[in-house]
């Protein structure tokens, strides 16, 4: 079983040939960290001084990781997917922007894609990001149980309205939904407010999900807590595993306030406490669902023997593993054809505003290079397999 992952002929079933050579030339230019910077910066540039260069993005990096610019546009790519049973996550990937009618449209598109997907086996999962729906440094001040201005209560409280009303929408028309995490000095605001709509929605069965960054070695606790509070106040927990992806960040403001570093030591230790909360809530699925959001083979063995040596079915409701659109589709479209249940992100939205989500990728697998290295050795497989 532990070979699965190197089936390039179901990995790539769905990929043509000129699709796997610009992958294979992408992934090339993206573990060259100067081409990475310099191709950043000079993109930057050339989308403010409204350059032509978007069509060139759409046709290379864009398609690659990106669905397409609205929810219909990805259509052909999802139908394609789900033709080998692997589900998409819409996920509309406009960030950064800061003000109240940015994140009310966010909020609406969530709302627009929850109606979109109720009745589309292909689409089983809404998702948001926090810091799509209100502003970064008010979910931070929260954190920081500073008092708010009684404009910046106004302000919370549309927060408070957005995550409400998609949840509410989620658990009417039965789309489950994942809210994604972010920084450490802002995340607890994001938290308490998910943990609010756990306990109004999943009384019966997980409809939303929050997101446990493993590289952070405080989330054990914080979930056996919680486990604590739900089963006194009788909901059930959804949470999406992932390892996180923002240390540089959070190791350098840890040093520069000089607070202690909430990330693990190392890489050794983010996998143990990766597996050990993935054991642990296994171990209490009665309660609990399970995103295994993640690129890591072992991390997806792992999952897929604890089921395998389960009375658990393979398809059940509560088990999911998840990789992002044009990323290791070796994980992904292997454990479909095992019967897994398995979702990539599909990220779209206009070329412009998802380029803080591209230039992400590729900075991630730049300083991921061992990824990266793999995603080439695949695909250099597949493309010899196909010509013999
Ligand atoms: C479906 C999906 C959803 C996601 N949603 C989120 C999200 O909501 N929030 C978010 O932050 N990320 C999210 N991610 C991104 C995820 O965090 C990255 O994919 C992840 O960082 C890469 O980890 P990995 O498990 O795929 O693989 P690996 O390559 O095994 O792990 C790399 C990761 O290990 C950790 N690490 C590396 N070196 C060290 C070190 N020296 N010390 C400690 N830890 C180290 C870092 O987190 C690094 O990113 C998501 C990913 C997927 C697939």
Known sequence: MKKLFNNTETAFAVKSDSELE???????????????????????????????????IRYTVFDHFCGGISEEDCMPTIDKMYT??????????VEGKEDESVFDHAMEKTLEIISFVKEKDAIPFAVFKPSGFGRFELYQKITEKKELSPSEQKEWENVVNRYDAVAKASFEKDV??????????????????????????????????GTLQLYRHDRLDYLKEMYQRAKSKGFKIGMKLVRGAYMEKERERAEQ??????????????????DEVMRYMFENLGDMAIFNGTHNEESSYLLMDL??????????????????????????YNLAKEGFNVAKYLPFGPVKDVMP????????????????????????????????
């Not at 080998?84 to 990937?93: F, G, I, R, W």
């Not at 395998?308 to 509560?318: L, M």
């Not at 050795?377 to 013999?388: G, V």
């Open 176 to 209: 489950p939904l994942l809210v994604d995490a972010e920084e450490s000095w802002m995340q607890t605001a994001a938290d308490d407010l998910i943990e609010e709509m756990m306990e109004k929605y999943n009384k019966e069965k997980v409809i939303v999900f």
């Open 307 to 332: 089921i395998n040596n389960s009375d658990y079915d393979k398809t059940d409701s509560r088990l999911w593993f998840g990789q992002l659109y044009g990323m290791s589709d070796n994980i992904s």
């Open 257 to 274: 306030f000089d607070y202690m570093d909430p990330i693990c030591k190392d890489k050794a230790s983010t996998d143990r406490n990766y």
């Open 84 to 93: 080998k049973k692997v589900h998409s996550v819409l996920d509309y990937s």
């Open 357 to 388: 989500y591209l230039i992400r990728r590729a900075e991630e697998n730049t300083s991921v290079a061992g990824q990266t290295n793999r995603e080439l050795e695949l695909i250099k497989a597949e493309k010899k397999r196909r010509k013999s």
């Open 22 to 56: 610009r992958a294979f030339f992408l992934f090339k230019l993206i573990k060259s960290e100067p081409l990475v910077k310099i191709g950043t910066a000079v993109t930057k540039f050339a989308l403010k001084s409204h350059l032509p260069v978007e069509g060139l």
